[in-house]
């Protein structure tokens, strides 16, 4: 059974900082690597998608990156805005178009 | 860009009654929808997988007469909690994967308040 984890489970950064989310998974049989972003309240948002053959997706201030064969992604986050906090969350794709949520990281971005 | 839309966004209702949440594909065509369950400050945990025509696959520990699913058409699947009650009270989200993009999308959120 596919499991997926996030560390940190928090984090708390001044406005500015480049900054790391990661997400670990158990079964490195994956299709598909996805970040998401969750406001309070709210959906989800997609923010990257990685397939399987990729290693790495950019958009704007963010980049995603996948090990496949070590069960890792990354999260990157250049020069945070306060705009940034929210939950990101990871999600991997099994077979059967399954999705497995890791977490989520709450990142708190202060002025 | 692919939209899932969920309505109602927020719901609040008597102990007892039922609630129909409704989830559509606004510009492609879904023939499987997946409905999620998230309590407050913890990750989403898939209930049910939605396929149109067909019974819905649930979860292990999922009540399917609890939540029934009905999909009906290739663009909107419902979910029905009957007979809530106060533990049911949770944020719910639907999603499907549009196939050109190959990613999830997510509607909004329910978020189902029982008193």
């Known amino acids: 059974k596919q499991e997926v984890t996030q560390i940190p489970a928090a984090l708390s950064v001044p406005e500015g900082e480049n900054l790391v989310l990661n997400c670990s998974f158990t079964?490195?049989?994956?299709?598909?690597l996805q970040w998401f972003r969750q406001d309070p309240g709210k959906g989800l948002t997609s923010l990257l998608l990685i397939q399987s053959s990729q290693r790495e997706q950019t958009s704007g201030r963010l980049n995603a990156s996948l090990d496949k064969s070590s069960g890792r992604s990354t999260l990157y986050i250049a020069a945070s805005q306060p705009g940034d906090s929210a939950t990101y969350l990871c999600?991997?794709?099994?077979?059967?178009?399954?999705?497995?949520f890791g977490g989520g990281t709450r990142l708190m971005v202060k002025p | 860009g692919a939209v899932v839309s969920q309505h109602p966004s927020r719901v609040i209702c008597k102990s007892g009654t039922s609630v129909k949440i409704e989830c559509r594909s606004l510009d492609f065509q879904a023939t499987t929808m997946f409905w999620y369950r998230q309590f407050p400050k913890q990750s989403l945990m898939l209930m049910a997988t939605s396929n149109e025509g067909s019974k819905a696959t649930y979860e292990q520990g999922v009540e399917k007469d609890k939540f029934l699913i009905n999909h009906a058409s290739l663009t909107l699947s419902t979910l029905t909690v009957t007979s809530a009650h106060p533990e049911d009270s949770s944020f719910y989200i639907c999603?499907?994967?549009?196939?050109?993009?190959?990613?999830?999308?997510f509607g909004s959120g329910t978020r189902l308040t029982v008193v």
């Open positions: 079964d490195s049989a994956i299709y598909n």
């Open positions: 999603s499907a994967v549009p196939g050109y993009q190959g990613g999830y999308t």
């Open positions: 999600a991997v794709y099994n077979a059967g178009n399954m999705l497995t």
